[in-house]
């Protein structure tokens, strides 16, 4: 694959609801391998972005290429899909599987699948998480940190019978929330862990700035349906600029208002 092929290349890409506009003419590229934060207000957008790039939504207008070929949504059927992996804000683990099932889930369909290769797979992204010792525990039986681990797990494995897998996207919806500071510390770390191992790139949607600041080079700011601002993440620890400052001062004057949120 060239180099000069971008992960991402997003052009005047617009979402609306029925008659409500949510993102308006988006335009992002994203190299290969890159690690970029995209922050916001609540219902700016940013899971609306990250759902368009899985090929879960369909835009209203405009064009998204994903590793050099344009996104088919909502193709199930697609020969070969794009490596499009979404952590989710909820973990969304099958309660009434183990953890060891639940990661190995997507490589059982069809069963075609040997369950030697399936089990080794699983074991070995259990071990990367931190959770090889829970695999026949069930979810409701982990803590919320741990729960999130699985779905990280999850995402580590591929898809074997995926061609494209060398650079997945990897796509994660708010992964911190409503955790304490050494469990965020722990998914921290393994954001970029898990995008390294997989030699991908990723887009982490949070609001917690020690999350922003230890998994991304880059951060895009979302409000009113544009990009407000981009920079890497050291302008963005030191950027004046209203939308940034308030985002990180949480301050309720600037910009950006409080009925928005
Ligand atoms: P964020 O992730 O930034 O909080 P979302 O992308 O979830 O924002 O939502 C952006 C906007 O789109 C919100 O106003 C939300 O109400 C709206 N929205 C999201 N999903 C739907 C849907 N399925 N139907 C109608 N409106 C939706
Ligand atoms: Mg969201």
Redesign the pocket.
């Known amino acids: 694959m060239a180099q000069h092929i971008a992960a991402v290349e997003m052009q005047s890409l617009s979402m609306q609801?029925e008659k409500f506009p949510?993102l308006n003419r988006l335009n992002l590229t994203m190299r290969l391998g890159e690690r970029l934060a995209i922050v916001?207000p609540?219902?700016?957008?940013?899971?609306?972005i990250l759902r368009l790039l899985a090929g879960l939504l369909l835009p209203t207008s405009g064009e998204l290429q994903l590793f050099g070929e344009k996104q088919d949504f909502l193709r199930l059927d697609q020969i070969n899909p794009p490596d499009v992996r979404l952590v989710f804000q909820n973990p969304a683990l099958l309660g009434s599987l183990t953890v060891e099932e639940n990661v190995g889930f997507l490589l059982q369909r069809g069963g075609k699948v040997d369950q030697e290769i399936v089990h080794r797979k699983v074991m070995a992204a259990l071990e990367e998480v931190g959770l090889y010792d829970v695999s026949n525990k069930l979810p409701g039986q982990l803590s919320g940190g741990m729960q999130k681990r699985v779905s990280f797990a999850r995402a580590l494995i591929n898809e074997p019978y995926k061609e494209k897998s060398a650079m997945p996207l990897l796509l994660y919806d708010e992964p911190t929330a409503g955790l304490d500071p050494v469990a965020c510390t722990r998914i921290e770390d393994l954001i970029v862990k898990t995008t390294k191992l997989a030699c991908g790139c990723s887009i982490v949607v949070s609001h917690v700035l020690s999350t922003i600041e230890r998994t991304a080079e880059r951060v895009l700011m979302l409000y009113g349906g544009r990009f407000q601002w981009g920079g890497t993440i050291q302008e963005f620890k030191e950027s004046k600029n209203p939308f940034v400052k308030q985002f990180r001062t949480g301050s309720l004057q600037g910009p950006m208002q409080p009925a928005d949120h």
């Open positions: 609801w949510v916001g609540s219902g700016s957008g940013k899971s609306t």
